[in-house]
């Protein structure tokens, strides 16, 4: 006869911001728990205990660790990043399970490359300019490139775009930004900052092509230079916020601006002799873009605002870019290979895997306590390692 597993003391309060702030609504937890949705009403308030057994799957599904459980209440987190995403509010739908486990780890990794950082000699200086959003974009991209000690010579003379986001998150994290990449929906968000807590974040989607990062890595800079983090998709169309429309438009503008120097793209041998709007063959705004290292749309983007072509010729290229896209990210998908070192690295960031690595030598942590902060299984950390030390 199998063991009955015991009941035990929950605070109802606890069973409803675990399930709530994984996004799960009341039917959808007790399916996946495999309990009617009465009994888990009944656990959520008080009028049931739920066993041993079923706490532990509650545990997972929420993805908690089963020690919260047992505290008199709800822990307090900071608030979820502030939505800055272009759709109307009736057409919103709350974060996916995606989105809020990678903003959960993103917390995570940066109070912990605040608590390492203050037991070991690796310390993190944030060193960031202050930006608003009344200045010039133009100026302020100047400015924050001038920072950041990149000249246009030496992207220029980069190989291609993976040299290019390579060298320029390196640049931002040197400045004692952290960056990390995560997996979410893509049609949910292209990235999103966090300014608040001692070292800023910036997290990328993961899934995204590699010019779409680059640009999404800069949007969100601009987001960290307002200090006003958020969650974005990168649109602009649709906005229904007063508030949040020149916040994205400004940082949409930034990024371009930065990544593309006005004087250096009316300088190209494709433009110097343009004087006005014309329409522009793929061809041309490809040759551009691989010698900037970004994407044809945000080439184009800068040729709009500079008066160059019309609003309609952009939006209509952008549309047909934006299914290329899907489609190249639908076969990406298809035939993507896991490689656990390498996702380590892209997710953590290497500020982050450094920290931890340098505090295990140092005896400040364990051998499992670098797994545990990485996420990463034991037999991959010396692959880890051989990444770093090759500076991958």
Same mark, same amino acid.
């Given at each position: ?6 009941? !035990? ?25 495999? !309990?009617?949705?009465? %009994? ?13 057994? @079923? ?20 822990? &307090? ?9 272009? *759709?109307? /509010? ?6 996916? *399970? ?19 950082? =203050? ?6 200086? =944030?060193?960031?300019?202050?930006? =608003? ?16 000690? !990149?000249?246009? #010579? ?8 993976? @040299? ?10 040197? #400045?004692?930004?952290?960056?990390? #990449? ?24 993961? %899934?995204?092509? @590699? ?16 200090? &006003?983090?958020?969650?974005? /998709?990168?649109?602009? /169309? ?6 949040? %429309? ?19 793209? *009316? ?8 004087? &006005? ?44 870019? #934006? ?45 499992? /306590? ?23």
């Amino acid at each position: 006869m199998a063991h009955k597993s015991f009941e !035990v003391i929950v605070e109802p309060n606890i069973l409803i911001w675990a399930r709530e702030s994984i996004g799960y609504n009341h039917d959808e937890a007790a399916k996946r728990v495999d !309990v009617a949705s009465e %009994t888990l009403s009944k656990w959520e308030h008080g009028e049931k205990k739920p066993t041993l057994v @079923q706490l532990k799957k509650l545990a997972k599904l929420y993805k908690r660790p089963l020690a919260i459980f047992f505290l008199p209440s709800p822990p &307090k987190e900071p608030p979820l990043p502030k939505d800055f995403r272009s *759709l109307p /509010d009736n057409r919103l739908k709350p974060f996916s *399970l995606k989105t809020r486990l990678a903003i959960r780890r993103a917390r995570r990794l940066q109070s912990l490359a605040t608590e390492l950082s =203050t037991i070991s000699e690796h310390r993190f200086v =944030t060193n960031i300019i202050k930006i =608003t959003a009344n200045e010039s974009p133009e100026d302020a991209a100047s400015s924050a490139r001038k920072w950041l000690g !990149v000249s246009i #010579q030496e992207q220029l003379k980069w190989k291609n775009e993976t @040299q290019a986001f390579f060298e320029w998150k390196k640049a931002i994290e040197s #400045q004692g930004i952290l960056v990390f #990449q995560m997996p979410m929906p893509i049609e949910e968000t292209r990235g999103f900052s966090i300014t608040d807590g001692d070292i800023p974040a910036i997290i990328l989607n993961e %899934t995204d092509v @590699q010019n779409a990062k680059i640009f999404s890595l800069f949007h969100e800079l601009g987001h960290i230079l307002l200090n &006003k983090g958020g969650l974005c /998709d990168m649109e602009e /169309d649709n906005f229904s916020s007063a508030e949040i %429309t020149p916040i994205e438009i400004f940082c949409n503008h930034f990024a371009g601006a930065l990544l593309v120097p006005k004087a250096h793209l *009316l300088g190209h041998k494709h433009i110097s002799n343009i004087n &006005k709007a014309v329409s522009w063959t793929d061809d041309v705004l490809r040759e551009i873009a691989k010698e900037f290292k970004v994407s044809k749309e945000v080439v184009l983007r800068r040729i709009m605002i500079l008066g160059l072509t019309s609003q309609d010729f952009y939006k209509r290229k952008r549309e047909e870019w #934006q299914l290329q896209i899907k489609e190249l990210l639908k076969k990406r998908k298809r035939f993507a290979r896991p490689n656990p070192p390498k996702k380590c690295l892209q997710e953590n960031g290497m500020p982050i895997v450094s920290l931890v690595l340098d505090s295990y030598r140092k005896e400040k942590i364990t051998y499992s /306590d670098v797994a545990d902060y990485l996420s990463i299984k034991l037999k991959h950390v010396p692959k880890v390692e051989n990444l770093i030390e090759g500076n991958a």
